[in-house]
């Protein structure tokens, strides 16, 4: 049999259509966020962005913006994307995918508050590349509004999941500039105060993004 005939793997890869990846979900605990300030985030009660539980029960813990709480009053991630991360220049297949998935409620605190219709989270970004001589800021702040509703303060429904497009609020440049092990700071906040007798909850975070399903060439390996 000629060398032209044999199964090559290397020469079925390098002639078929380009990878799309895959997507791969990466939870966060709420233990790894941060006040916006980069200090721990202190218990209920300490200051307006607190940790608490979900309910009185001491069950599932919840980071939680009191009624009070405003723009100003942000928590923060440090984050990095992995190695595997599919940035826009590699290959021809979907495109990157990069977003924060936030699980929060909006919670009444008395059993007598109207709902805030017009609370959102808001999602912004800071990142650098080595080699990079300064810090690039997303180009549009991502959010959802997560007001319209409110839940009683013993219950523990209401909680729904909120997708942050953080790579649809890049510009065209990020885009291109976004790479595999890219810093990344996620800083998250009410776009306004929560309102009287409200508290607004965040139970889990997920960073979502694509990877790349690559193989390396036989002569780089």
């Known amino acids: ?88 220049n590699i290959g021809q297949g979907e495109a990157p995918v990069l977003q924060l998935l936030i699980k929060a409620r909006l919670r009444d605190t008395t059993g007598s508050a109207t709902a805030n219709a017009d609370l959102a989270l808001t999602a912004t970004a800071s990142f650098h590349s080595v080699g990079e001589t300064a810090i690039g800021a997303l180009a549009a702040v991502v959010s959802n509004t997560v007001g319209a509703v409110d839940y009683a303060e013993a219950a523990v429904d209401g909680f729904a999941w909120y997708t942050f497009d953080i790579y649809g609020g890049m510009s065209a440049a990020q885009k291109t500039a976004l790479v595999p092990l890219e810093s990344i700071q996620f800083v998250v906040a009410p776009q306004e105060a929560v309102g009287t007798a409200l508290a607004l909850e965040v139970m889990s975070t997920v960073i979502r993004y694509r990877r790349h399903a690559g193989l390396e060439s036989m002569s780089s390996r």
Do not use: C
Not at 33 to 48: C, K, N, R
């Open 1 to 88: 049999m000629s060398a032209a005939n044999k199964l090559n793997l290397e020469r079925v890869i390098s002639e078929s259509q380009p990878d799309t990846g895959f997507i791969e979900d990466a939870p966060v605990p709420l233990g790894a966020w941060t006040l916006g300030a980069g200090t721990i985030i202190p218990a209920t009660g300490a200051g307006v962005v607190g940790a608490s539980t979900v309910t009185s029960t001491g069950v599932l813990n919840v980071l939680l913006w009191n009624a009070t709480a405003d723009q100003t009053d942000t928590i923060r991630l440090d984050w990095t994307l992995p190695g595997q991360f599919k940035s826009k």
